[in-house]
Nanobody
């Protein structure tokens, strides 16, 4: 089994920045898709960003495109989400996810929760106005 642990959440003013981290253990995930999802109060889990494998094009939800950047550090087996120009509507619990099997799909396939088997516990992000 793979364990994923998110960190880096907190409180920030609108327009500010945060960087979330997702540390993986149990397996090197450089060739497995990883992604970020979020869940705001009263809403379902929403796709944020994903990278299918090392070197693949990242994929972003329209709501965060141009503001958020997903990246992976294979040496540390860690995924990051750099969040800039934060808005109050970004307030949510953020979850990282990883594949259990390599699929080598592209595009919107990795925007669905069903693409992933491993999930972290979530980290809270609150953006105040």
């Amino acid at each position: 089994q793979v364990q994923l642990v998110e960190s880096g959440g907190g409180l920030v003013q609108a327009g500010g920045s945060l960087r979330l981290s997702c540390a993986a253990s149990g397996r090197t995930l450089s060739n497995y898709a990883m992604g970020w999802f979020r869940q705001a109060p009263g809403k379902g889990r929403e796709f944020v960003a994903a990278v299918p494998w090392t070197g693949a094009n990242p994929y972003y939800a329209d709501s965060v495109k141009g503001r958020f950047t997903i990246s992976r550090d294979n040496a540390k087996n860690t995924m990051y989400l750099q969040m800039n120009s934060l808005k109050p509507e970004d307030t949510a619990v953020y979850y990282c996810a990883a594949e259990a099997r390599r699929t080598y799909q592209r595009g919107s396939y990795y925007s669905t929760a069903a693409a992933y088997e491993y999930w972290g516990q979530g980290t809270h992000v609150t953006v105040s106005s």
